[in-house]
C-alpha cells in the first residue's frame, strides 16, 4: 500500500511540473532582408521564460534576434549571433515577442531553429500535518525537480549535437556544389583548348601560298 501510495505522489508532482511548464519548439526558414516574430503569453509576473536559438543552415550560420516585453521594452538583443540560451524574469504580465532579422544577407536563407519556454517558479505549500508522509512527499519532489534539470540538461546537449551535425551537413552540401561547378567549368576549359588546339594546327597546314611559273 505505501509503495502505491507513493507512486501517485510522484504522479501527482510530475504531472504539477507539466502543468507549471509549457514550450514551444519549432524550426522556421527565415528569408534575406526579412523579419520574423514569435510571441508567447505569461499570465503572472515572476515566472521564468527560458529562450534557445541556434542557426542550423546558410551563410555564416549568423542572425540578429531581439527579445521585448509587453511594454516594448528590449530585455535581450544581439547581432550575428550563431546560437544562444537565455533564462530571464518576466516582470510584466503579457505578451512577450522573439524576433529574428536576417538583414545582412542579400540572398541567403538562413533556418533557424529555436524554443521557448514559460515555466512558473515552484512554490511549495506547508504541510498540514508533520510526519512520515510529508517527509516523503518533499523527498519525492525534490528527486523529481533534479530529474528534471537532468532532463533539461540532455534536451540542451541533443540540441548542441543536432546543431553541430546540420552545420556540418550544410557545409558539406555547399562543398560538394562547388566542386561540381568546378569540375564542369575544368572540363569546359579543356574542351575549349582542345577546340582551338585543333583550329590553329589546321590553319597551319591548310594555309595556301602564292604560286609563280617560270
Known amino acids: 500500500?505505501?509503495?502505491?501510495?507513493?507512486?501517485?505522489?510522484?504522479?501527482?508532482?510530475?504531472?504539477?511540473?507539466?502543468?507549471?511548464?509549457?514550450?514551444?519548439?519549432?524550426?522556421?526558414?527565415?528569408?534575406?532582408?526579412?523579419?520574423?516574430?514569435?510571441?508567447?503569453?505569461?499570465?503572472?509576473?515572476?515566472?521564468?521564460?527560458?529562450?534557445?536559438?541556434?542557426?542550423?543552415?546558410?551563410?555564416?550560420?549568423?542572425?540578429d534576434f531581439e527579445v521585448k516585453d509587453p511594454n516594448e521594452k528590449v530585455l535581450l538583443d544581439g547581432k550575428r549571433e550563431r546560437q544562444g540560451d537565455y533564462v530571464f524574469t518576466a516582470n510584466t504580465v503579457g505578451e512577450y515577442s522573439f524576433c529574428f532579422e536576417n538583414d545582412m544577407s542579400t540572398l541567403t536563407e538562413k533556418l533557424v531553429d529555436f524554443d521557448i519556454m514559460v515555466e512558473s517558479e515552484p512554490r511549495r505549500d506547508p504541510p498540514a500535518k508533520p510526519g512520515q508522509i510529508a517527509d516523503q512527499t518533499s523527498a519525492l519532489e525534490e528527486s523529481i525537480f533534479r530529474l528534471n534539470g537532468m532532463l533539461i540538461n540532455i534536451k540542451r546537449t541533443q540540441k548542441y549535437f543536432h546543431t553541430r551535425e546540420n552545420r556540418g551537413f550544410d557545409i558539406v552540401k555547399s562543398t560538394k556544389n562547388r566542386m561540381f561547378w568546378y569540375?564542369?567549368?575544368?572540363?569546359?576549359?579543356?574542351?575549349?583548348?582542345?577546340?582551338?588546339?585543333?583550329?590553329?594546327?589546321?590553319?597551319?597546314?591548310?594555309?595556301?601560298?602564292?604560286?609563280?611559273?617560270?
Do not use: P, W
Not at 579543356?190 to 601560298?209: D, E, R, W
Open 1 to 63: 500500500m505505501a509503495v502505491v501510495f507513493t507512486l501517485f505522489l510522484s504522479l501527482v508532482c510530475f504531472l504539477q511540473l507539466a502543468i507549471r511548464t509549457h514550450a514551444a519548439a519549432l524550426t522556421t526558414a527565415i528569408g534575406a532582408n526579412e523579419r520574423t516574430c514569435f510571441y508567447a503569453d505569461v499570465d503572472k509576473a515572476g515566472e521564468k521564460i527560458g529562450f534557445y536559438f541556434a542557426v542550423q543552415s546558410g551563410g555564416s550560420f549568423d542572425i
Open 183 to 214: 569540375t564542369v567549368l575544368e572540363s569546359l576549359a579543356v574542351i575549349a583548348m582542345a577546340v582551338i588546339q585543333v583550329y590553329v594546327l589546321q590553319t597551319f597546314f591548310t594555309k595556301t601560298g602564292r604560286r609563280y611559273k617560270v
